[in-house]
């Protein structure tokens, strides 16, 4: 099926990969986002009222700007999945599809007749990512849930607490990170299934359990072995990390912060160089990784009592001389504008006919030889809608409406 309005001529990897999207919000559509940014063919299936995401965040004449990323690369098809017509359709876009992602309540499919085993029953090649709060099974599973609870009893927000602070709640990151976490994993799933069934003409599709909950907590690294052997229990530390030894994030003379990292052998030795103390660098006490975090408070005052007297600009400056991984924290602002991030296309500019403007958008995060990243943005999130005629009237063989 043809793709969307601007096309590369170069190959991307998932180009004849189909996928179907059932999601909402954020989990879902980020998947099937990331999909649709290597080629993928994502027919985004909304309600006729459309995605509750496009009326999130600031707007241009009711657009919703956020939402011409989450759904730029995606053919956007407008269907109620509460008639019969509607899931009669859904059931035969589904059978010439490689996947469906979806992120609703657990059961919802099932209750509505779209489970996996009637879709499989249609395409037995398909496979199928579920996306959800706690999962499709245990005693949590019909729970409702979002993007911060998985942060919550993920564990990552007992984590971002200021220590000895209890006035003021732990705060989130300012990111939906467990809706997006979860989103990248189920990606991962699905092209973890694809791999599976290449060059097997009778493999079957694969049932995909992702959840916000297990997404979250897999980012807690060695902290479950450490409580199940020494029953340690990690908790808040700023922002520094209690396994290594000086990473933090100093003040500055101008009120801005920098964050080193200082925490190999030899880097540190440079760091506390330029700091003006040798003599922390060359203590026996701190020549290892273990002997810094045993030491950390005296190492990061020392190099606090540095950054103060500074502009945050010129203490970035003097430490890239000497090769210590620093950075100030950028804000948007500062992205948008970095030399880097415009050198690399990080950050590169779009048309968005829906907007009628031309946008700043992030580009995909990965980098394929032969394509840059302007050309994996084929285009922008269409109106609901939008391709009714094209993806009914191609993979369906029903007669544009009039």
Not at 121 to 144: C, F, H, M
Not at 151 to 160: D, P
Not at 161 to 188: F, K, L, N, Q, W
């Amino acid at each position: 099926m043809a793709g969307g309005d601007r096309m590369t001529g170069k190959r991307l990897p998932l180009e004849g990969f189909r996928v179907l999207e059932l999601g909402h919000y954020i989990a879902g559509p980020f998947a099937a986002r990331l999909l649709a940014d290597m080629g993928a063919e994502v027919i985004k299936v909304e309600p006729p009222e459309g995605d509750p995401h496009r009326g999130w965040g600031s707007q241009v004449d009711g657009h919703a700007v956020w939402f011409s990323i989450h759904g730029r690369n995606k053919l956007c098809v407008s269907l109620d999945l509460k008639s019969a017509e509607g899931r009669e359709k859904v059931k035969r876009i589904a059978a010439s599809c490689d996947a469906l992602i979806e992120n609703f309540r657990p059961g919802y499919l099932e209750r509505i007749g779209l489970g996996p085993e009637v879709l499989q029953a249609i395409n037995p090649r398909l496979t199928i990512a579920r996306v959800s709060g706690y999962g499709q099974d245990g005693p949590y599973r019909d729970k409702p849930a979002f993007g911060s609870i998985g942060e919550a009893m993920g564990g990552i927000r007992h984590l971002t607490a200021t220590p000895g602070v209890t006035e003021h709640p732990p705060p989130r990151c300012g990111v939906s990170i467990a809706d997006d976490i979860a989103g990248i994993y189920a990606a991962m799933a699905v092209l973890g299934a694809a791999w599976a069934a290449k060059g097997d003409p009778a493999a079957k599709g694969r049932i995909i359990d992702v959840d916000l909950v297990s997404s979250v907590f897999s980012l807690m690294e060695g902290m479950l072995p450490e409580y199940g052997l020494f029953g340690w229990v990690r908790q808040p530390q700023g922002a520094a990390l209690p396994t290594a030894a000086p990473t933090n994030t100093y003040l500055c003379a101008d009120g801005k912060w920098l964050c080193v990292g200082g925490n190999s052998d030899a880097i540190y030795k440079r760091l506390m160089k330029v700091v003006g103390r040798e003599d922390l660098g060359e203590d026996p006490r701190m020549a290892t990784n273990n002997g810094r975090c045993a030491n950390v408070q005296e190492i990061d005052a020392a190099i606090g009592a540095w950054t103060i007297t500074l502009p945050a600009a010129e203490a970035e400056r003097r430490l890239e001389a000497v090769d210590v991984p620093v950075s100030r924290l950028y804000d948007i602002k500062d992205c948008a504008e970095d030399p880097h991030f415009r050198a690399r296309q990080t950050v590169m500019e779009v048309d968005d006919p829906l907007l009628n403007r031309r946008l700043l958008h992030p580009a995909p995060p990965f980098r394929f030889d032969g394509v840059s990243p302007p050309e994996m943005v084929r285009w922008t999130a269409p109106a609901v809608g939008a391709h009714n005629d094209r993806v009914f009237g191609e993979l369906l063989q029903e007669e544009p409406k009039a």
